[in-house]
Each structure stands twice: as C-alpha cells, then as structure tokens.
C-alpha cells in the first residue's frame, strides 16, 4: 500500500483561470435564448449517452479509448470505435472531418467574405448533423465540433444525456493548441462575443450582422484571445449544463507531480465509471477504437 504523499491525484480545475487576461477582453456570460436557431437541422439519435463538451488538446483521444474501452460506440473527429463495417457509416466520419478541414481553410482564404465564412459553417453544420442523427451509430461523442453549435448543447442539456468536460488550465491550453493544431481551432472575432453564447459558438457568430469582415479568426492569431475564449466557454457550460450530469476532467495538466500517464488514465476511467453507474448507464464492455 503507498503512503499517502506518494497517491496519484488528478488536481482540481477551480484555479484553470490564472494567468488568463480577463481584464482584456469582455468577459460577459450569455446564458438566454441561443441566437442563430434558424435551423432545425441539428438533434442527436436516441442512441447518444455521453457527450465530451471538451475542445481539442485536452485529452480528448485518451477519453476516447477509455469510453471506448468501456464498449460505447464512439467518435473521435474522424476515428470511431468500432470501425463500422458500412460504407456508408465509415464515411460520416470523414465528411465531418473533411467539412471542418474546408471552415479551417477558409477562415484565412475568405479572410474579408464573411458570407463566405458563412456558407461553410452552414455545410459543416449539415455534414455534423447526418452524423449525430444516424441511428445506431453514435453513442458516445468526444472531439468534434459540437462546441461549435451552442443550441445543440442547449438542446442536449434538456435530454438524459451526460455530459464530460475534459480541460486543462487555459493558457497553457491555449498555448499548446496554437502551437499544435493553431490552424485548426476557430473562434469568434473577440468583437462579436458580446452578441453570442461563448467565443466558440460559430453558427451563432455567422449570423451575427456587423461591419466585421472577418467574423471568425484562428486561435494562432491570437492565443491570449484564445486563452479567454477557452475560460468563457466553460464558464457557459458550467451555467447550462445541470451540474449532476457534469463530470470536469483533466487528463493531462496539472497532474500531481508523481502520477504517470497510466495511472492518471486509470483514475480518470474509474471516475468516468462511477458517474455512469450513479446514473444507472449500463456499461457495454470492451471495444477497440480505430481512426
């Protein structure tokens, strides 16, 4: 049995918000009605438990593998477990990824055409949707855009559906993003966050009508943006999300300075099993994800 200073612990998320230039920038919370539900395109199938309401780059294809692992039928961007043995199934995937590879592209292509911008939110939003509603298919859900489209959360929040977190301390997310995957992370032009959900919320972003040319920018343009954008959006999960059906994770930092990567996963599997025993989810078995 360890003694008690050598347990590996994951640390808790109330500090994520230091070094985080809040005074910069508007920080103000919108938790009324969605803007932007034009469409009613966007609802899940039945089929859908457990969403990952966690951006990229917080340890969203290790949450895969362990929910994968617990046997749920998951989607990782363009990864799935199992890997479907439909062609039809073994695309959606794809075409999500494939969509959100276009909106990247296009942030800096259409750099002065926001109606640009705005189609391709619209056609990534119509991919997304054939994804989540095909029945059967999806039962767990952890690194797509779905921080994207804030009326989907709302809508979602009202289900059965449990909901993760997976975060890491903002800055240092908002750093490593930029420096890994800073082409592929939108968000809102800092101007626009006043008139939308959180600084992720790009449908709603798109169909805000301002003089701004560009309405949606690359975190890598601005990282303490990024910074901010990132704590503003957990601060709006935290408001409508009901806290019983929240479990925050934080898969890789701060990590108690003894605990291994292995550990730290079987911690985080454990309290992944635990909140889906409290709410009487049944849990599969094993499963093997592949991307």
Request: glycine residues 6%; positive net charge; hydrophobic residues 35%.
């Amino acid at each position: 049995m360890r003694d008690k200073e050598s347990v590996c612990e994951i640390k808790p998320v109330e500090e994520f918000w230091r070094g985080v230039p809040l005074d910069t920038f508007n920080t103000k919370i919108k938790v009324g009605k969605v803007q932007g539900l034009t469409t009613k395109r966007l609802r899940l199938s039945h089929g859908v438990k457990i969403i990952n309401l966690g951006t990229g780059t917080t340890g969203t294809s290790h949450l895969s593998q362990i929910v994968c692992k617990l046997g749920f039928r998951t989607i990782h961007f363009s990864g799935t477990c199992p890997r479907s043995t439909s062609q039809k199934l073994k695309k959606l995937p794809a075409r999500t990824a494939n969509a959100c590879a276009a909106l990247w592209s296009a942030v800096k292509r259409f750099r002065d055409n926001p109606d640009a911008q705005r189609r391709l939110v619209h056609d990534m939003e119509r991919t997304f949707s054939e994804l989540l509603q095909t029945e059967g298919f999806v039962e767990a859900i952890m690194d797509t855009p779905i921080s994207w489209f804030s009326s989907l959360i709302v809508k979602s929040a009202s289900s059965e559906i449990l909901f993760l977190s997976s975060g890491r301390p903002h800055l240092r997310w908002a750093r490593r993003r930029a420096e890994r995957h800073g082409h592929q992370e939108v968000m809102c032009h800092p101007q626009l966050w006043k008139y939308v959900s959180h600084p992720f919320s790009l449908f709603e972003c798109v169909q805000v009508r301002t003089n701004i040319s560009n309405p949606l920018i690359l975190l890598s343009e601005d990282v303490e943006a990024g910074s901010v954008a990132h704590y503003l959006y957990h601060r709006w999960i935290d408001r409508v999300i009901p806290p019983e059906r929240l479990l925050k994770l934080c898969a890789w930092d701060p990590l108690a300075y003894n605990c291994s990567k292995s550990e730290a996963s079987k911690i985080m599997s454990e309290s992944i099993t635990l909140f889906l025993d409290g709410h009487r989810v049944k849990i599969p078995g094993n499963r093997t994800m592949t991307s």
